[in-house]
C-alpha cells in the first residue's frame, strides 16, 4: 500500500485534484510551458505570478520502467517485487509521472506503450494518479 | 568564526571560459586518510570528528608541512550517507564532550563545521579561511583549487568525511511513516530507492544501443580488484571480497536492472588533501600533482528524473569544459577515474569526455577489453566506490597518487600516469578535476 499523503501547501491544488479524480500539473503562463514537480517560481522565466494549475488529458506513454525488490518505503515492502515506470504526458514528453502500472504483470511492461489515468488509494485515503496501459479493446 | 558554501562564481560551470586562469598554479602534495568502518559503533576515538582529524592529521605529515603555516580549509559540511540521527534517541553526551564542541550537539558525530575542525585541531592556528564546498569531494576540490588560485589562501586543506549509523539504509524516518508530505509523496510514495533513477537511464541505454546488463561485469570486476589493492578503502580493509562475472549475474536485483553490486556500501570514512601554490609545493615532501583545469556541470533535468538524451547532453558537455580548461585533448589523458557510484552512470562520464575515443554506445563493449591497470586503457584504476565503498573520494586519491607513483599494489603499468581527470559525482551534477605530473603540460 501506498504511504499516506498530507497535501502542503506547493502541492496542495494537486492532491485536490486528484481526490476528484482529475490531473493538474503548474504551468506558466507567460512560457507556456508545465512544469512538474511543482516548484514556488518558473523555472525557466523565474515568474512565481504566472504559474497556474492545467488540467492535464490523461494520456502519456511509458518511458521506461524497473523493478523494484528491495523499496525503502515500509508500508510498500509487502507488496515487492513491483513495476515502478516513467510516464511521459501526452501534453509534454518533457514532464515526467511515475506509476507501478496496476494490471501491468511484473517485469512485462510495454516500454513505449499508451497509457491511461487512473486512481489508486493511499493510506489515509489520499487517491493518487496513477496509470493503466491501454488496450485495442 | 563562520563559513559559507562558496558562491557559485568559483565554479566553472559553462562553456567557453577557455583555459583555466590558474593552470599549472595550483596542486595537491599531502594525503590522509582516517579508518573506515561499516557503521560508527558509538566510541569517541570512531567518530565522525575522531576518523578526520586522523585524516587530516595525516595529510599534513605526507605533506611534510609546518601545521601552523596552513592557512586554508575547505571542507563538506553534511556527512550523511542516509543515515540521520533517530528520533527520540538520547544524544551520545560522553561523545559530544570527549572533543571541543560547538553550538551543535551533534557536530563531529552526524555533520562536521569547520569551526568544529579548527576547535579540535589547535596546531592551525594560523587558518585565516574556511569555506564549504558541499556535495562531496569533487565540490571541495574545485573550490579550494579556485581558492588558492585566487590568492584567498596558500596551504589549504580540503576534506570530506561521511557516517554511517546501524541501522538499514534510507529505512528510518519519513520511509517509515505512514504518511508524508505532500511535496515528498512526488516521487516517494511510489517507492524508488535511490538507485532507481541510474537504473532507469541504463535500461534505456541499453535499448538504445543494444547492450545488456552482464557486460557490465568486467567493469564491477575490476573495480573491486582495483579497490582491494587500496589499502585506505573499506573492502581492502574488511571485507577482501572479489567480485565474480557469476558473483556480478547472480546478484539480488534492488531496483532491476540494478542489483546489489550496482550500488556502493554506505560506510563511515575520512580523506583530506593539503593543497597550495605550485611554488610552495616545490619544497614539500611529496611530489606536487598540478591541477590544470577544473569544470562543473549543473545540469537540469526537466522533471523527476533526468533521460538518457539529457544526461549524455550534459556529460558531453561536462568533458568539453574540463579539456577546455586543463588545454588538453582527450589523446593527452593517461587514464581516467571518473565517479562508479552509481557505477551504472560511470560509461556517461568516460563517453561524454571521450575517453580513448569511445563514443556514445561503446564503454559497454569498452569493458570488454582489457581495462585493467596493466593495459594500456586503465579504467577506474582507484576502483571506485565499488571498490573501497561510498566515500566520493577514492578516485581523487588515486589520481595524486597514480601520478606521483605512490599507488602501491594500484600503479599503473601500462601506461605513463602523466595526466588523471577525476569527478563526479551526478551526470548531470558534478565537478571534475584534470591532474597533471607536470605545471605546464
Known sequence: MKQGVNPDDLTRPFWEAANEERLVIQ????????????????????????????????????????VVHDCPIRLLQEDQPFNCAVINLDEDPGIQMYSHLPGTPVDEVPVGAAVELVFDTAANGQKVPEWRVVTDN | MSTENAPQSMYRSREGLGVWEHRGKVAAVGIGHGPTSRRWDGKPDTSLGAISLIALRRAIEDAGVDPGDIDGLVMDEKTTTGAFWPRGQELPWDVINAYNTTDAPLDGITQLSAEWILKNMPELAGNRFTMYGPGCMSNAIVVAAQAIGDGLAHTCLVLKAWHNLPGRYYQTGANADDAIPGTAALRSVWGAPACYGTAIQFAEYCRKYGKNHDMMAPFISNSRRNGLRFPEGYWAQHRPEEITTEDYKAARWIAKPANLFDNDIPIMCSAAYLFTTAERARHMKQKPVYILGHASSRGQARSFIPTLDEVEAECAES??????????????????????????????????????????????????????????????????????????????????????????????????????????PMPTGGNFTCWSATPDY
Open chain 1, 27 to 66: 504551468n506558466c503562463t507567460a512560457c507556456d510551458r508545465l512544469q512538474h514537480p511543482p516548484a514556488e517560481t518558473c523555472s525557466k522565466c523565474g515568474s512565481g505570478a504566472a504559474l497556474e494549475w492545467k488540467q492535464m488529458s490523461g494520456r502519456g506513454r511509458i518511458y521506461h520502467y524497473g
Open chain 2, 319 to 424: 568533458g568539453r569544459k574540463l579539456l577546455e580548461a586543463a588545454g588538453i585533448t582527450v589523446d593527452d589523458v593517461s587514464f581516467e577515474n571518473l565517479y562508479d557510484g552509481f557505477p551504472q552512470f560511470h560509461q556517461f562520464h568516460m563517453e561524454g569526455i571521450r575517453y580513448r575515443g569511445i563514443q556514445p554506445g561503446e564503454a559497454l563493449d569498452f569493458y570488454q577489453t582489457d581495462i585493467s591497470i596493466t593495459g594500456p586503457n586503465p579504467v577506474s584504476p582507484s576502483g571506485g566506490n565499488i571498490g573501497s565503498g561510498r566515500s566520493r573520494f577514492w578516485m581523487h586519491t588515486d589520481c595524486i597518487q597514480q601520478i606521483q607513483h605512490r599507488a602501491g599494489e594500484r600503479q599503473v603499468t601500462g601506461v605513463e600516469p602523466v595526466i588523471g581527470v577525476s569527478g563526479g
